[in-house]
Nanobody
Framework: QVHLVESGGGLVQAGGSLRLSCEAS????????MAWFRQAPGKERVFVAR???????YYADSVKGRFTISRDNAKNTVYLQMNSLKPEDTAVYYC??????????????????WGQGTQVTVSS
């Protein structure tokens, strides 16, 4: 059974930084795209960043230049470094993975495995 477990969320002041981690178990994802999404209260879940099997990255415009996604295939883990945080970054952040290898997408409906989410709160 596949599990994705996020960690690293918390409360931070505007301008601060947090590093989220997502550890996968049950299978390896070295040939699979992985991504981060977020959902703010009362809003739909939206794409934040994704990383390919080779390390190619892609970001939502709202986080470009502030967030960095990375992965360690040996640890089956993906990270999201978040710098210069803003109050509008407040949301539950979810890690996701695609079941099928070599598929690259930002569409949340294409992602098969999801973590339970970790809360990020940025105070002004």
């Amino acid at each position: 059974q596949v599990h994705l477990v996020e960690s690293g969320g918390g409360l931070v002041q505007a301008g601060g930084s947090l590093r989220l981690s997502c550890e996968a178990s049950g299978r390896t994802f070295s040939n699979h795209a992985m991504a981060w999404f977020r959902q703010a209260p009362g809003k739909e879940r939206v794409f934040v960043a994704r990383i390919s099997w080779s390390g190619a990255t892609y970001y939502a415009d709202s986080v470009k230049g502030r967030f960095t996604i990375s992965r360690d295939n040996a640890k089956n883990t993906v990270y999201l470094q978040m710098n210069s945080l803003k109050p509008e970054d407040t949301a539950v952040y979810y890690c996701a993975a695609v079941r099928t290898p070599w598929i690259l997408t930002t569409n949340d409906k294409a992602y098969d495995y999801w973590g339970q989410g970790t809360q990020v709160t940025v105070s002004s």
